[in-house]
């Protein structure tokens, strides 16, 4: 009965207490009482216990004379009580149902007296259990004599008061049968049990009460939003009260709803409403959030913009002071200034490979520096021999050590320090000269009959002259070759006349326009390379250049080509494919642009840039709904038509791959001018199905795909031209992309296109520019491309010929070892097809993939130790192990 009286409280009474106190309209709730209960059982003085505690303190006491009191006092409390005298029972009706109780032995029960002289002994006990139980009594002290009704009232009160200070819970456990059977549940027991316990009250309860409860601040931090961002309120930002009123009108449009209501100190709602509250709140969250990201980024793209600029400023300065100490701390804090977001998009600072290239340029500028000094330290003496440590100095050794400082002086030293090493070398190299010459007029004057090997010795008288007609034969010489280099714009006989003229101290008008020629970029040397093979009439050298000048603009304009999916000449994808999270797309793609409210939201080349993106990856799809390039209508059903040649190529090989790759080829063929634009949607579907493909042999054979293409016909245009030149860059392997570069070269301006009937001849057409192409290989200068190693994403994998097609499981040692056997064994002849003549001896492939036996007739590959034996049915490749 107390503990009920406390579920009772706790459930029904506290709530309707906080109700009254928050002053809020509310429906009384109605449940079974059981203070009259308790009042019969515990009430002072007339309860049945503190009754049974008299009776059983008077002498004579007996158990009818207790149940004749307690009927003449609670005879009129029918609700709780009633007796029986004649059969010596009472009956109590609990909120569980009545109970019958005996009153035969109560006295004897409820008495718990001790006999002082038994406690005594028991405390004097040596036994420590014993001496806790009882305790030693003071001097004159008595036994206390409790009953058991008291000390159980004293333990329940103790307890009721341990759990009105917790935060109460209640598990209530139903008996479904009387016979303790699993699966059997008697309903009217059941319903019995409920109303006992008071706990469709309880549920009533719960429906007609509040049960969310917020304090006004804290219901204003939480549902502030629920009107959206651009609502404006009224009150005062600190009137939390008026706030909670404001918000629910204007997210329920209405006033004095009964299931939320605003008190005194909190706004207390009922579950529908806390619903419907978190919707719109939820709601509000889905717009504002973009907002608040959007906020995000910007200040972290901002602070990291500031921190990049901070750091390449410091680097110019160090390079700009040839301190290399500064140079190598900073490149090894790039990770920590640059921070996550650095790492995530592998972002550099730009001129991070200009300071790589002084830190390089130093370790050959110390040994010039330390030979300069060894040089000054010999100029001013007056021997006729110029030498050091006993080594004469020649003038072939100076005029190196010039050419060196001018390949590697400009980079590290300041101009200052660069022209006072040359001062001191032309002025050491005079000496030397002047010394050679002596020796050799001497020599003439000992033996007379001598002839002398420079005939302008023999018409000079001596020294001084001779050294002033030297010189006005090589300035002469100089002008000559100057103009010469200048007509033909050939720039390494332009460094030879510009050594020549720094090493003699010499200047003119042609020298003068010859230096700034070398000091043009590469792509304004090569236009005037261009024009000059114009004025010649000079085709090969013509086509060379393009050609050169065609890879420049990719590596110099990288960041405008490396994106393929950018390219102009695709059509916009369907709005279906756009991503949500505009943050999917790589840095520096898209613009933020500035909204009215001065919030960064995604523009609309950033969504169309996801889309492009998404669009342009590999499918398992293979029927396409539309072309990927701007088409006119009648050549859409040619390129769908393209399209299922690709997949059956790339995808299906089983079925007939050499048909498909001949039908794409010689469709690419076909196209002529007006429907050119077809060749570039045959090289859009080709690179869309390489994009993300998890198939390594489709891969394969779509890489041999777009080396039959490129070997037989070229793009419609430059621009498209160079969006695909920068992707093979970026996603082949460096021997293959400079493969079919050739092949490409030798389309453009070799021979003519022709239909072609068979596969083999196609393989042919590819392989004779497997060493380069007449038109790129006799004068190409170095690789012009500097790209961060994350733009490097070799579809192939990371073996550069072979170049295993299993990167992913090199952690494994197990899966490795049998991949690189499935390598040997079953991928060799579609490889070979790709890297042809370049494997000359498979067997040292082999031995450099791992592979340190491989045997054909024993049908076997031994790699580290791990033997891997090939099914025989499999057919063999037609390979020479």
Request: aromatic share 8%; with cysteine.
């Amino acid at each position: 009965e107390k503990l009920q009286e406390v579920f009772n409280r706790t459930t029904f009474g506290e709530d309707q207490d906080l109700y009254q106190t928050e002053g809020i309209k509310f429906e009384p709730i109605t449940f079974n009482d059981n203070h009259n209960v308790l009042d019969v059982l515990e009430g002072k003085p007339n309860g049945l216990f503190p009754l049974l505690d008299d009776e059983c303190a008077v002498a004579g006491g007996t158990e009818d004379r207790y149940l004749q009191r307690i009927d003449g006092i609670h005879e009129k409390n029918f609700e709780a009580f009633s007796a029986n005298r004649k059969a010596r029972t009472f009956t109590i009706k609990h909120f569980a149902g009545s109970v019958e109780y005996s009153v035969s032995g109560f006295l004897a029960k409820n008495t718990d007296l001790l006999n002082q002289d038994l406690y005594e002994i028991c405390a004097a006990s040596s036994d420590s259990l014993t001496q806790l139980l009882f305790p030693k009594l003071q001097e004159n002290q008595k036994v206390k004599i409790q009953s058991t009704g008291k000390k159980f009232r004293e333990q329940l009160k103790q307890l009721v008061s341990k759990l009105n200070s917790t935060m109460t819970h209640y598990v209530r456990c139903i008996k479904p049968n009387d016979e303790q059977v699993p699966g059997t549940f008697n309903g009217r027991k059941i319903n019995v049990q409920f109303e006992a316990m008071a706990m469709l009250d309880s549920i009533s309860a719960g429906q007609k009460g509040f049960k969310h409860r917020l304090l006004h601040e804290e219901f204003v931090k939480v549902y502030k939003t629920v009107n959206g961002p651009q609502y404006i309120y009224s009150s005062h930002p600190k009137d939390y009260k008026k706030l909670c009123e404001e918000i629910i009108k204007g997210c329920f449009k209405e006033d004095n709803l009964p299931g939320i209501q605003v008190g005194n100190v909190r706004v207390l709602f009922r579950s529908d409403e806390y619903r419907f509250l978190e919707l719109n709140r939820t709601i509000a969250f889905l717009d504002l959030l973009p907002k608040v990201q959007a906020l995000v980024r910007g200040v972290l793209a901002r602070s990291f913009q500031r921190r990049l600029k901070e750091l390449i400023s410091e680097l110019d300065q160090a390079v700009a002071n040839a301190d290399i100490d500064a140079i190598e701390e900073l490149e090894r804090d790039i990770p920590n200034r640059l921070g996550k977001m650095g790492k995530l998009y592998g972002i550099v600072p730009k001129n991070l490979d200009r300071a790589k290239e002084v830190v390089r340029q130093q370790g050959k500028w110390i040994p010039i520096r330390d030979r300069i000094s060894q040089y000054e330290s010999i100029l001013p003496e007056d021997s006729h021999e110029v030498s050091i440590g006993g080594q004469a100095v020649t003038e072939q050794e100076i005029e190196d050590v010039i050419a060196d400082i001018l390949a590697t002086g400009e980079h590290i030293s300041t101009p200052d320090d660069i022209e006072k090493s040359l001062v001191l070398l032309k002025e050491l190299k005079k000496r030397i000269h002047k010394e050679e010459l002596n020796k050799k007029f001497a020599a003439i004057l000992d033996e007379p009959d001598i002839e002398p090997d420079n005939k302008l010795i023999a018409n000079v008288d001596n020294v001084d002259d001779y050294v002033e007609k030297e010189k006005g034969e090589i300035e002469a010489w100089i002008e000559r070759t100057a103009a010469n280099a200048l007509k033909l714009v050939d720039k390494e006989l332009m460094r030879e006349v510009s050594l020549k003229a720094v090493e003699n101290d010499y200047s003119s008008a042609l020298v003068d326009e010859v230096t700034a020629l070398l000091h043009l970029s590469e792509i304004e040397f090569v236009q005037k390379e261009i024009d000059a093979a114009e004025s010649a009439n000079d085709e090969q050298r013509l086509i060379h250049r393009r050609i050169r000048k065609k890879e420049l603009i990719c590596a110099n304009q990288f960041d405008q080509y490396k994106y393929f999916y950018m390219c102009p000449q695709l059509r916009n994808p369907p709005q279906e494919v756009d991503y949500i999270l505009c943050c999917c797309i790589p840095a520096g793609i898209g613009i933020q642009e500035e909204s009215k409210d001065g919030l960064s939201s995604p523009s609309p080349n950033h969504r169309m840039a996801n889309r492009r993106r998404k669009f342009l990856s590999w499918t398992d799809d293979p029927f396409q709904v539309n072309s990927l390039v701007r088409l006119p209508e009648e050549l859409v059903n040619e390129a769908l038509n393209v399209y299922e040649s690709i997949y059956g190529c790339m995808e299906e090989p089983h079925i007939s791959a050499d048909e498909d790759a001949l039908k794409v080829v010689n469709r690419g063929i076909a196209a002529k001018e007006e429907t050119a634009v077809l060749r570039d949607e045959i090289f859009t579907q080709i690179v869309k199905q390489l994009n993300g493909n998890p198939d390594p042999e489709s891969i394969v054979r779509g890489v041999q795909l777009l080396g039959l293409c490129l070997a037989t016909f070229a793009p419609s245009n430059d621009e498209f031209e160079y969006f695909l030149i920068t992707w093979m860059r970026c996603h082949l392997p460096f021997s293959i992309y400079r493969h079919y570069m050739s092949a490409l070269h030798e389309t453009q301006y070799g021979t003519q296109m022709k239909v072609f009937r068979d596969v083999k001849t196609l393989e042919a057409k590819l392989d004779q520019t497997r060493g380069g192409s007449r038109w790129s290989t006799s004068r190409m200068a170095k690789d012009p491309w500097n790209l961060p190693t994350h733009h490097i994403k070799n579809i192939l994998g990371g073996y550069d010929i072979l170049d295993g097609f299993f990167e992913d499981f090199e952690s494994e040692e197990e899966l490795r070892r049998r991949k690189i056997a499935e390598a040997a064994m079953g991928m060799i002849r579609p490889a070979r097809k790709l890297i042809g003549r370049q494997v000359k001896n498979l067997g040292m492939t082999l031995k450099r993939l791992g592979a340190t036996n491989a045997s054909k007739s024993e049908l076997r590959v031994d790699v580290k130790g791990s033997t891997f034996v090939r099914d025989e049915t499999e057919e063999l490749p037609k390979l020479d192990f």
